[in-house]
């Protein structure tokens, strides 16, 4: 069987198209970080995290999962802060439910804050877009999602 040069050409192409096709669907992830190196998910609305966050954790989701996930240890008074110059969020005493990126099982996992506080923003035009942060007191850790559908 003979095969033009044309033809492995072609079939070239089409495999490097493939192979930038998929790496453009992976996420990127990172774990333990320092804040000032962290790069913001230029899709996610957030402009940066907040002072005295460490430990800093993130997902950044592609294709059909476009979900950015950040978490990270700050104080309760450092958090509050922050979530207060975020003026878009509301409380939500009635959940205690939040979202996070488990790296190690390469999943999204439901955590619940028994003691903590619970914030969230929901687009008023698009319902399946929002933002939602979660402290977690006992922890000393907040866990912040933003999803587009």
């Not at 190196?37 to 059909?64: I, Q, W």
């Not at 028994?114 to 399946?128: K, N, S, T």
Request: glycine share 6%; aromatic share 14%; charged share 25%.
């Amino acid at each position: 069987m003979k095969i033009s040069v044309k033809t492995l050409l072609a079939i070239i192409l089409i495999v490097a198209a493939l192979c930038w096709f998929v790496v453009q669907l992976t996420p990127s992830s990172g774990s333990v970080v320092d804040r000032d190196h962290v790069p913001l998910d230029a899709s996610c609305p957030l402009n940066e995290l907040p002072f005295g966050a460490t430990k800093v954790s993130y997902h950044y989701g592609g294709g059909r999962n476009p979900n950015t996930f950040y978490e990270f240890d700050i104080s309760e008074n450092d958090f509050t802060n922050w979530v207060a110059n975020l003026d878009r969020f509301k409380t939500r005493p009635d959940s205690n439910v939040v979202y996070r990126f488990d790296l190690d099982r390469n999943s999204t996992q439901m955590l619940q804050i028994l003691d903590g506080l619970i914030f969230d923003w929901r687009d008023p035009i698009d319902g399946d877009r929002g933002e939602h942060i979660g402290y977690d007191r006992k922890a000393g850790r907040c866990y912040y999602q933003y999803h587009l559908f």
